[in-house]
């Protein structure tokens, strides 16, 4: 289970990596393994504003639909619209080519796993 | 194995224990006491008698009356391969689709009356059916609010269905009333509307400009939604051609009996790029792990079964077999037979209103291009309707101001036609 070094989790499965206050979004290897085959996220509006662990899109795949927590609070400054034509990014590189949304923090996230943490997290929820 | 495992009187005693009851009957304890007596009923019948009652009561009914009354559903001929296929035990009692490795069949028909009202509509996705006419009207207006992420806020005319428009504000979404006059004037649309109603062929039977509505919709940031019989869509342009963003109407002139106004289907069709907006159910058409073709239902994210707070709408159903009626008669009428129903319909519609003219009778919108409906202005329709059910016919709508709806379908014959002109003549 792949859970690198260097981001971090939220226990709702999302990942975040912040680099000069600017946080990029996206969900675990363990969530899309869950989820199944991704054929749609809905995308926030860029310039939307969220606090953390609000709603901000939701992740829609062959078997069940969930929402997307945001990690930190902020204004969404970029949005991956790839994946409205290849939504199957989000299997194949969930922490690279399958990142979702671009923040301005404004908010900082509460409860933020460490990798680590992240893992045991996984061990004991599983 | 066996299909169906009871519980063990152990299961149940556990059970009762778990929940704090002693026996099962305590858990009734808040209904109403079972009723002890005896209701006063007539004595059972047997299959014979019962029968028998029911004809005589059936016996009452007036049948097979030349109808002239339309308004939304229309007296059309239906071919009995549609009966004698929609009465098949495998679509007569299936229920829902749910597991495509069984019903394959079930929504293979259901693909085909998709398929068949998006090339009616000129739009490329259309949904399984609704409950109605008025249902697929009331979700669209709905759905142009949700695309438009605006409040829900229509402009109508008097050209739209009265009772569509009822449903529409039934379902909380705001009215504004365009000017009608035979046809609609599109040129004063709000700036504010989520979408614009354009029915034709109208309420009062005339064609509409489907491309200034979708253009007047447009200019305002709005959705055109058009409200089409599908049988004039044989002979009309497709609305997804001339515009319009969304198509709905009534499928029962599609080969349905009136049967007292229901079960019917709703159709309603759009965009690919709105698809996720579409309310209802939608088959697909995929192929299976061998790469076989295969039918599945799709798209379910949209709908309560998989996510209740965030769906589009409450219905997540179909009327599937009223849909296959209609989707058996339009396939085995095909476009030329679609056109010849709807030709014949045009042609005997006018004959008539010109034998009305003749004896006297104008029209209310003798302007306005009508296909095999139209508004005669008569001095009392009441007393005219009533003239025409002694004589064996049924009059059409009594619009309450002095004129009738008449609706002429090809199930007419010119005996008909000749004798409403008569007995209306000497009525009123």
């Known amino acids: 289970m792949s859970i690198p070094e260097g981001l971090q989790y939220a226990k709702s499965h999302e990942w975040v990596r912040v680099e000069d206050g600017v946080a990029t979004v996206g969900i675990t290897e363990h969530a899309q393994e869950e989820l199944g085959d991704v054929v749609f996220v809905e995308l926030p509006e860029k310039g939307a504003?969220?606090?953390?662990g609000d709603t901000f899109g939701t992740i829609e795949s062959v078997k069940a639909v969930s929402d997307l927590y945001a990690p930190v609070g902020g204004e969404v400054v970029e949005v991956n619209d790839a994946l409205n034509d290849t939504p199957e990014s989000v299997n194949e590189d969930p922490y690279g080519e399958g990142w979702i949304i671009r923040m301005q923090v404004s908010e900082e996230g509460e409860d933020l796993l460490s990798a680590g943490e992240y893992e045991k997290f996984l061990e004991e929820e599983g | 194995m066996a299909?169906?495992?009871?519980?063990?009187?152990?299961?149940?005693?556990?059970?009762?224990?778990?929940v704090g009851v002693e026996a099962l009957d305590d858990l009734f304890d808040d209904v109403a006491p079972k009723f002890e007596g005896s209701l006063d009923l007539p004595p059972v019948s047997s299959e014979y008698?019962?029968?028998?009652?029911?004809?005589?009561?059936?016996?009452?009914?007036?049948?097979?009356?030349?109808?002239?009354?339309?308004?939304?559903?229309?007296?059309?001929?239906?071919?009995?391969a549609v009966s004698s296929i929609t009465s098949?035990?495998?679509?007569?009692?299936?229920?829902?689709?749910?597991?495509?490795?069984?019903?394959?069949?079930?929504?293979?028909?259901?693909?085909?009356?998709?398929?068949?009202?998006?090339?009616?509509?000129?739009?490329?996705?259309?949904?399984a059916s609704v409950y109605d006419g008025s249902n697929a009207v009331a979700e669209s207006a709905l759905m142009t609010a949700r695309l438009t992420k605006r409040d829900p806020k229509v402009a109508v005319s008097a050209g739209l269905n009265a009772r569509y428009r009822e449903v529409i504000e039934t379902y909380g979404v705001e009215?504004?009333?365009?000017?009608?006059?035979?046809?609609?004037?599109?040129?004063?649309?709000?700036?504010?509307?989520?979408g614009v109603f354009v029915q034709s062929p109208n309420y009062f039977g005339a064609v509409e400009d489907v491309g200034a509505a979708s253009e007047a919709a447009h200019a305002v940031g709005a959705l055109a939604v058009a409200v089409c019989d599908p049988i004039a869509l044989a002979v009309l342009e497709a609305p997804g051609k001339l515009g319009a963003d969304i198509a709905v109407g009534e499928t029962q002139p599609l080969g349905m009996p009136l049967v007292f106004g229901g079960p019917y289907a709703g159709y309603m069709a759009t965009h690919q790029k709105n698809v996720r907006q579409l309310p209802g159910r939608i088959a697909g058409e995929t192929v299976d792990q061998d790469g076989r073709l295969a039918y599945v239902l799709t798209l379910r994210a949209r709908e309560q079964d998989i996510r209740r707070a965030r769906a589009n709408s409450n219905i997540c159903t179909n009327q599937a077999l009223?849909?296959?009626?209609?989707?058996?008669?339009?396939?085995?009428?095909?476009?030329?037979?679609?056109?010849?129903?709807?030709?014949?319909?045009?042609?005997k519609a006018h004959y008539l209103a010109e034998k009305l003219g003749e004896a006297g009778f104008a029209l209310r919108y003798p302007d306005a291009p009508f296909l095999w409906e139209f508004a005669v202005e008569l001095p009392d329709a009441k007393k005219a309707n009533e003239a025409l059910l002694e004589a064996g016919i049924v009059g059409g709508l009594d619009l309450g101001d002095g004129a009738m709806l008449v609706a002429v379908t090809e199930k007419r014959t010119r005996e008909e036609l000749d004798a409403f002109v008569e007995v209306v003549a000497d009525a009123v």
């Open chain 2, 49 to 80: 008698e019962a029968l028998k009652d029911v004809a005589e009561l059936a016996g009452r009914n007036v049948t097979g009356l030349p109808i002239f009354l339309g308004a939304g559903a229309y007296d059309r001929i239906t071919p009995s």
């Open chain 2, 175 to 194: 009215v504004v009333e365009l000017p009608f006059d035979g046809t609609t004037d599109y040129s004063g649309v709000p700036d504010d509307v989520s």
């Open chain 2, 322 to 347: 009223t849909a296959l009626a209609a989707t058996v008669y339009a396939a085995l009428l095909g476009p030329e037979g679609l056109r010849e129903v709807a030709g014949l319909s045009v042609s």
């Open chain 1, 49 to 52: 504003s969220f606090s953390a």
């Open chain 2, 3 to 18: 299909r169906f495992t009871p519980h063990t009187d152990d299961d149940i005693r556990e059970m009762l224990e778990a």
């Open chain 2, 88 to 127: 098949r035990g495998e679509f007569l009692t299936s229920y829902t689709p749910y597991q495509p490795e069984i019903s394959q069949g079930h929504l293979q028909a259901i693909f085909e009356f998709q398929s068949v009202i998006s090339e009616l509509t000129g739009l490329e996705v259309s949904n």
